[in-house]
């Protein structure tokens, strides 16, 4: 990912970090939802594997930002 982003232009870096933002924030509302059913182990399986996909988006986010940066 780190050597993809270094490619593109400041407007796809801010458009690929909103498009990560949003993915979080549903995938957080998805979870939410989901915990009224916890006691399912697939919705346990989905939280868990929801929360590996925030944490990976949120690196993501991390390394565009710091690109951004890196480039003034």
Excluded at 16 to 42: P, V
């Amino acid at each position: 990912f780190q050597l993809a982003i270094a490619d593109l232009e400041l407007e796809q870096l801010h458009a690929e970090s909103a498009r990560l933002h949003n993915s979080i924030y549903h995938l957080e509302r998805s979870n939410i939802a989901l915990e009224e059913f916890k006691d399912d182990g697939d919705c346990r399986i989905a939280i868990g594997e929801n929360i590996t996909t925030i944490e990976r988006q949120r690196a993501r986010i991390e390394m565009i930002r710091a690109e951004v940066e890196k480039r003034g």
